[in-house]
């Protein structure tokens, strides 16, 4: 796996480091909130479980899957909800916690909809935010690190389903996607 990797970009304690004071920042905001905290599927849950873990405050949590990738490095445009949410969204102060805003429509398409069900507040936290490669007009609430525009992975972040489970964020080889 890790022979795949160009370079490491973010290192596991560069990532710990960074998780811990959002999440700090993260509590003073919810403060008071009980805030539904959506962790979006597959690529968010290693930062979700982190982050929770830096928030003292009473929240909630949720699960949606959404989208657009497949097993490429090119945004469809078209993003397919896969799993819904358990909770109901309506008078929450909701909270997204994405790994990556990118062409941003993933998030932009999640934000839309949660509004539309009449959630209180709806803000994303990412962890990483590629401001390069976006498509449509939106930026993150919070963000752990704007990156240049490579294709990145680890830390829950695939390239068809694998590396997910590197503990530090790398550039890919490009040859690992264009062979
Ligand atoms: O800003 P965008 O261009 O929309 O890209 C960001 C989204 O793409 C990835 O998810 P993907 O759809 O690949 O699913 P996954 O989380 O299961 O890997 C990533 O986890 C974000 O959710
Ligand atoms: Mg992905």
């Known amino acids: 796996m890790n022979q ?7 290192t596991e304690e560069q990532i ?10 993260l509590s003073d905001e919810y403060r008071g909130k009980n805030p539904l905290v959506i962790c979006v599927l597959k690529g968010a849950v290693v930062f979700m479980a982190d982050l929770l873990r830096h928030m003292d405050i009473p929240c909630e949590m949720d699960f949606m899957a959404v989208s657009s990738y497949g097993s490429g490095t090119e945004s469809s445009g078209m993003v397919k909800i896969l799993k819904d949410l358990d909770t109901s969204a309506e008078d929450r102060h909701v909270l997204v916690v994405e790994d990556i805003m990118d062409s941003g429509l993933t998030l932009s398409r999640l934000m839309e909809l949660l509004r539309h069900r009449r959630a209180a507040s709806v803000k994303v936290v990412t962890l990483l935010n590629k401001p ?10 919070y963000s752990g690190f704007t990156i240049p525009d490579e294709f990145v992975v680890g830390y829950g972040l695939d ?21």
């Open 132 to 141: 390069e490669r976006r498509k449509v007009d939106i930026s993150p609430d």
């Open 4 to 10: 795949d990797i160009k370079e490491i970009l973010l």
């Open 16 to 25: 710990a480091e960074k998780v811990k004071e959002l999440g700090a920042v």
């Open 159 to 179: 390239y068809a389903e694998k590396y997910r489970n590197l503990p530090f964020i790398g550039v890919l080889k490009p040859e690992v996607y264009s062979s």
